[in-house]
């Protein structure tokens, strides 16, 4: 397993083919990433998540959050979601974000895990709801959490430590062809909130432009 140097600004595809990973670390401050742990903890709607899988219903210790422009719908995993109205926390952090990656996001999934011994297991963002190869930038606040990726083919894995008000963007053809997972731990006491800003497809514009 290769483990990434995080020290880069950015600018570095951290993969080594097939996809595109940026690690810009932190973009605020430990101070700031504090005070909107505090805020986000207290003004999101958290819900456990609740997942259909072979013929089970499984809730989860962690718990999740969707927002964003309008009401889009989410599923993944045998669930729905419907997303709540922007809070001004989240629109702050969408529009440092925006103006950092020079891309724009209508929707933002949320996780809040309460210490190490919550995670997640391999998978893709590749909804079908989602952009096709479009941008998902990941913001990291609270807990240092250590981040994989692996190659659906050959397997080779690139890890890298998720630091305290970091931020992690994927892009390309990153879904196609990298699993990514949040690997648990017993090293990790306190919680970490992720926020990883989407682009959903506007069914309703879709169909405009097909007209």
Known sequence: ?????????????????????????AIISAVKAKNYREQLLTTIDWQNDVIHMFGKTITTKRKVAWYGDKPYKYSYSNTTKEALPWTKELMELKSKIEEITNESYNSCLLNLYHNGNEGMGWHTD???ELKKNGTIASMSIGADRKFVFKHKISKEKVALILKNGSLLVMKNQTQDYWLHSLPTTKLV???????????????????????
């Open 1 to 25: 397993m290769e483990l990434f140097d995080e020290s880069s600004d950015g600018m570095q595809n951290i993969l080594p083919k097939e996809g595109e990973v940026n690690y810009f670390g």
């Open 126 to 128: 590749a909804e079908k």
């Open 189 to 211: 006491s306190k919680p970490r909130i992720n926020l990883t800003f989407r682009s959903i497809i506007d069914k309703k514009l879709s169909s405009k432009h097909a007209m």
